[in-house]
């Protein structure tokens, strides 16, 4: 029942069929007859009426026993009472049996316990049937069950109750090591958008974000505001159920979904494991509301060249580079080479930067009048490439030298040099750090071209790299592409994210102060630029607060003289720190922070991974995905509450690493509107202003978290 295949141009929808009230057994005929109506699943109860009824007279029949339900509905007790053993089951308690059918089939768990309840007798009465259900459902090789959620009803006892039912699902998740367990929960209610989150909430964290345990998620006749949506997004939901009350009829009298429906599968159905839809008592006549879902899929657009590059890096977390001491594989030069924007803008910053140098009457550092260009960090030579095109296509001439350390990547270069470049390259097997310049005719560089960004921007050491063959570049005219760049924070809800860096920690206790490169898809920016209020008005996803967190330029003007003790020079001019403040509106859980860059190549040509400001500067760009840094213990955050993060980019001259940390205010009073005032970020070269949304407060700040300081010193990144 596995829906996704990441060759698949578009998404496929995998639908199976639910009946509240099936009485029958599914036998492999019924599941024939399920495929050829274009179903591929089938839910199925693991009890019967009858056990419901053979549990009802043994309530019955105990002194115990209430003999009315509260106002509420709930069944009371409050004297101590003995407790009632429900039995094993016999074969009138169950239709399940293991056969072949087991592979086709959805549990579904009884939806008349209440595991929730107050009443100790009903809670351990629930408590006894529902293992007693799990541990039948295991033995017949059921592979996922569908769970009813928690009957959240008991008022001031609502936590207490989801706490009983969480209990309940870890101790079966221990029972069940091959069930993956959907708790099926509803769309949440006008009345408190995020009520149903907070419970879910509990249950996961009950179940330490285990990777067994996932969402179902009923759909409402009406969705709810998109900031809700979006935080179930971030969810492992792994099934989507609809009911007749879902459907509307179009002209034709047809049963569709409304085009928020239709937007809300179709982004769920492009992620990297797409969730099962759920057709629920449609027994009257099932085929049109199947049939629709079936031409929606056809319907689905076929998935872009980005999405089809980045289907398997959705949510996985990868290490970032070690350039300088690592030498990359080809097939690592290869992806990178996939990307059809960032080479495009290359050419174009270095083709401006020629035609600049021309019509401004800049000299040369070549006597020959030819400008001097080197590529540094040349890898396999696409920016060699490009520089040669540039020069083509503006009618600029110019002497290219290209400089690479890896022994391997530079007899590709060489073989390029003969068959693709004519010899017109001049190549140096070097660190750049090293190299003494162009030595045929000892002249400085007009142009020096790099591609040593990362995720973050700084994260690969493009500073130190820079610094180290600064000296070479012309001192008057000289231009370095790129000629800046900044690295960018946000806080997010990234449960997915969280569950897997813990798994890692079990192996590597350093997993949780690593920053990763992950290809972010299921998760929820918690700071955005619109109120609550406002959001529950808003059809679109509110756009994310991302902000700056440093910079650096380069010529850098700012390195410092080498020491008189020592043949190195200091790194301390590259240590940065920044303290930034972001205001949530809808309280959430802080997983860590998502890091992007943005790069200023040459005057107004810039590359962009900001989701703020990537569509405008560069869309559709592959190359670099954004950076995770985890938190050990996720921080919830408060309705209208603040996070704020410090963060350090630390160096010992050996290596850099990051140190992080994430404190939540709740605020005490009334807000006003968001301002906007200089940010916090610093390095000791500039103290550079950043735009920070900051809150006027007519209350109290009161810090109700803290993370610890993070640091990657032990994955830091070698010099």
Not at 613 to 633: G, Q, V
């Amino acid at each position: 029942m596995d829906s996704f295949n990441p060759e698949d141009m578009a998404p496929s929808f995998c639908i199976g069929q639910h009946e509240s009230n099936r009485k029958n057994p599914i036998t492999a005929a019924i599941v024939q007859a399920a495929h050829e109506s274009n179903y591929d699943m089938l839910t199925a109860p693991i009890t019967t009426e009858a056990f419901h009824s053979r549990i009802l007279t043994l309530l019955g029949s105990n002194p115990n026993a209430p003999l009315s339900p509260a106002a509420n509905g709930t069944l009371m007790t409050t004297d101590n009472i003995r407790p009632l053993f429900i039995p094993p089951l016999t074969p009138a308690d169950s239709h399940l049996t293991p056969d072949e059918t087991m592979s086709q089939i959805v549990g579904v768990t009884s939806s008349w316990i209440d595991l929730c309840s107050p009443d100790p007798l009903i809670a351990d009465i629930s408590r006894q049937v529902f293992m007693r259900e799990v541990a039948y459902a295991a033995f017949c090789g059921l592979g996922y069950l569908l769970i009813p959620g928690p009957k959240l009803h008991h008022g001031d006892i609502h936590a207490e109750g989801v706490t009983y039912y969480a209990r309940a699902i870890q101790d079966a998740i221990n029972l069940a090591p091959y069930i993956q367990f959907h708790i099926w929960m509803p769309m949440p209610s006008r009345v408190d958008p995020f009520g149903t989150w907070d419970a879910w909430d509990i249950i996961r964290r009950t179940c330490k974000y285990h990777s067994r345990l996932v969402v179902a998620l009923s759909m409402p006749k009406h969705l709810p505001p998109m900031s809700v949506q979006s935080r179930w997004y971030s969810e492992p939901v792994h099934l989507l159920s609809f009911d007749a009350n879902t459907f509307i009829k179009n002209q034709k009298g047809y049963p569709v979904l409304s085009k928020t429906h239709q937007a809300l599968i179709g982004r769920f159905m492009r992620l990297r494991t797409s969730p099962w839809i759920l057709l629920c008592d449609k027994h009257y006549d099932p085929t049109p509301h199947l049939s629709y879902l079936r031409n929606l899929q056809q319907r689905q657009p076929s998935r872009s060249a980005m999405e089809r590059f980045g289907v398997g890096y959705q949510d996985y977390l990868q290490a970032p580079l070690q350039p300088l001491t690592v030498n990359l594989e080809s097939i690592t030069y290869e992806v990178f080479e996939k990307d059809p924007i960032k080479y495009k803008w290359y050419e174009r910053a270095v083709a401006k930067a020629l035609s600049d140098w021309a019509s401004e009457g800049k000299p040369t550092s070549n006597p020959d009048g030819r400008v001097v260009v080197a590529v540094v960090g040349a890898g396999r030579g696409p920016l060699v490439s490009r520089a040669l095109q540039a020069s083509v296509e503006t009618g600029v001439k110019i002497d290219l030298w290209a400089v690479e350390k890896n022994t391997n990547a530079f007899v590709l270069l060489q073989r390029h040099n003969e068959q693709k470049w004519g010899g017109q390259v001049k190549l140096v097997q070097s660190d750049m750090r090293s190299w003494k310049g162009p030595q045929l005719v000892p002249t400085t560089i007009d142009i020096l071209i790099s591609e040593l960004l990362g995720s973050f921007g700084d994260n690969e050491l493009s500073p130190e790299c820079l610094d180290g063959v600064t000296h070479l570049l012309n001192p008057v005219h000289g231009i370095s592409i790129p000629a800046s760049y900044t690295a960018h924070l946000t806080p997010i809800a990234a449960p997915k994210l969280h569950a897997d860096v813990m798994n890692q920690s079990i192996s590597n206790p350093a997993a949780p102060e690593t920053p990763y490169v992950v290809m972010l898809h299921a998760i929820d920016f918690l700071s955005t630029n619109q109120p609550s209020a406002a959001a529950l008005m808003n059809s679109k996803a509110p756009i994310p607060f991302v902000q700056t967190t440093w910079s650096f330029e380069h010529p850098n003007q700012h390195i410092p003289p080498q020491l008189p003790t020592t043949s190195t020079i200091s790194n301390s001019h590259n240590v940065r720190r920044t303290r930034l403040s972001f205001p949530v509106y809808n309280r959430g859980v802080c997983h860590g922070l998502a890091g992007y860059f943005e790069t200023v190549l040459y005057r107004d040509i810039e590359l962009s991974t900001n989701p703020v400001t990537m569509d405008t500067k560069s869309a559709d760009m592959i190359s670099w995905f954004p950076i995770y840094f985890p938190l050990k213990t996720p921080l919830n955050v408060p309705d209208n509450g603040e996070v704020v993060v410090t963060m350090y980019r630390q160096t010992d001259d050996r290596k850099v690493w990051y140190e992080w940390m994430v404190e939540v205010f709740a605020v005490e009073g009334n807000e006003e509107e968001v301002v906007m005032s200089g940010g916090k970020g610093t390095s000791p070269a500039a103290g550079n202003l950043q735009r920070q949304p900051q809150r006027s407060r007519g209350g109290r700040r009161v810090r109700v978290g803290t993370s610890e300081l993070h640091s990657s010193i032990k994955e830091g990144c070698l010099m």
